[in-house]
């Protein structure tokens, strides 16, 4: 038997003032009682479960809401990075036509003259050890480098003798520097085309260098 019954909550009434109570009449009471306290008990039980599935939830919903946030910036960092290397491409481009552009453009601020002295002086400057140069001219140059090709050798004392000789076959600004072992062939419009391919190459392999780095990220 308890000591305190809850007498409202189990329905039971008395009038006001002190009460003596059988034996049969308390034992209702006890079992009422505690299977009010069970039922608080197994609600309590209940409201607990239901507050840590509710916990858990939160938890579970939060992770994946981080898990899905993180997923969104890899795929944001992805598609950046992807936009960026083609910004970089379109750069690397742009800037090999600009260098392309430039020389071409500064190149052709040059006399035939000036430009086939360059050539001349870039070809000597390989046989520098040869003691005899034979130079062929387009015929519209023979008598310039008849002229300079005093200050020219100058510059190389190692050589003895330049001849300059006429070729018809050549057109300013192609000149033909030759010696006993070697020729060089100074085609001024088939260097900058070699120099352009050049540039176009390397434009190429850094781009793929770039996408393989970028695949691998």
């Given at each position: 038997m308890v000591g305190y019954y809850r007498l409202k909550e189990l329905g039971f009434r008395l009038s006001a003032g002190a009460h003596v109570l059988r034996g049969g009449e308390v034992e209702p009471l006890d079992a009422a009682t505690a299977l009010l306290k069970a039922a608080e008990q197994e609600a309590e039980r209940i409201r607990q479960e239901?507050?840590?599935?509710?916990?858990?939830?939160?938890?579970?919903?939060?992770?994946?809401?981080?898990?899905?946030?993180?997923?969104?910036?890899?795929?944001?960092?992805?598609?950046?990075?992807?936009?960026?290397?083609?910004?970089?491409r379109?750069?690397?481009?742009?800037?090999?036509?600009?260098?392309?552009?430039?020389?071409?453009?500064?190149?052709d601020g040059f006399s035939d003259q000036d430009k086939a002295e360059a050539m001349v002086r870039a070809a000597?400057?390989?046989?520098?050890?040869?003691?005899?140069?034979?130079?062929?001219?387009?015929?519209?140059?023979?008598?310039?480098?008849?002229?300079?090709?005093?200050?020219?050798?100058?510059?190389?004392?190692?050589?003895?003798?330049?001849?300059?000789?006429?070729?018809?076959?050549?057109d300013p600004p192609r000149i033909i520097v030759e010696s006993p072992v070697g020729r060089v062939d100074g085609h001024f419009a088939q260097r900058l085309d070699e120099l352009e391919a050049i540039l176009r190459r390397s434009a190429v392999v850094i781009a793929e260098e770039d996408a393989a780095e970028g695949a691998h990220r």
């Open positions: 239901a507050r840590d599935a509710y916990a858990a939830e939160k938890i579970r919903g939060f992770e994946e809401g981080l898990e899905q946030a993180r997923m969104q910036a890899v795929g944001r960092i992805v598609e950046e990075s992807r936009v960026l290397d083609d910004a970089l379109d750069i690397d481009r742009d800037l090999t036509n600009l260098v392309i552009h430039a020389v071409r453009k500064l190149v000597l400057k390989q046989m520098r050890r040869e003691k005899r140069i034979q130079l062929s001219l387009a015929p519209s140059q023979i008598e310039h480098f008849r002229r300079s090709i005093g200050d020219i050798k100058a510059g190389f004392p190692e050589i003895d003798l330049i001849d300059v000789v006429e070729d018809p076959s050549l």
